[in-house]
């Protein structure tokens, strides 16, 4: 076990569920939150998939048992993370982790809620209801992931090989 990584992953989740009180946008059944997104964005570049799927699915949990959340925080979250980890590791790119992020949320995710919310919750919104405002959040967080990146504030903890590129 790698205590570096996990430190890392669990001060990504405390920045998660910390921020739910604070930082969201209101969309219908759903809540949006750009923080998660770029925590999801950060975690798949630092840390790798799956850790930022774990991450994703611990901040989910919390915010939900906090009630900041939703049950359709876990499908956006999850997928995002997920293919922003597995973009990162494809093309060694911030940018490609910021698109499967924005995809993996916005349009996957977006989908994956409105079958949560018509199944579990009898939500009787259209197919893209959701995918609208998990857009906008998403598109939102990973900016704010790719400036922090690309700023090189995050160097000391980036891996070697990108911490070089973002100080140029």
């Known amino acids: 076990m790698n205590i570096h990584k996990l430190t890392l992953a669990a001060l990504l989740v405390a920045i998660g569920a910390l921020s739910a009180h604070i930082v969201y946008i209101p969309a219908g059944a759903s809540k949006c ?39 359709l925080a876990f499908p956006g979250s999850m997928i995002g993370a997920l293919l922003a980890g597995l973009a990162y590791r494809r093309f060694n790119s911030t940018g490609a982790a910021m698109a499967g992020e924005i995809f993996g949320t916005g349009i996957l995710g977006g989908l994956a809620a409105w079958v949560i919310a018509w199944a579990i919750l009898g939500s009787k919104a259209a197919a893209w209801f959701f995918v609208p405002p998990f857009l906008i959040s998403t598109v939102g967080g990973s900016i704010i992931a790719g400036l922090l990146i690309k700023s090189g504030v995050l160097s000391h903890i980036m891996p070697t090989q990108l911490s070089s590129k973002a100080g140029k």
Do not use: W, Y
Not at 40 to 60: Q, R
């Open 33 to 71: 939150f750009p923080v998660q997104h770029a925590i999801n964005v950060l975690c798949a570049v630092i840390l790798g998939p799956k850790e930022a799927v774990s991450v994703a699915f611990v901040i989910s949990c919390l915010r939900n048992m906090a009630g900041t959340g939703s049950l």
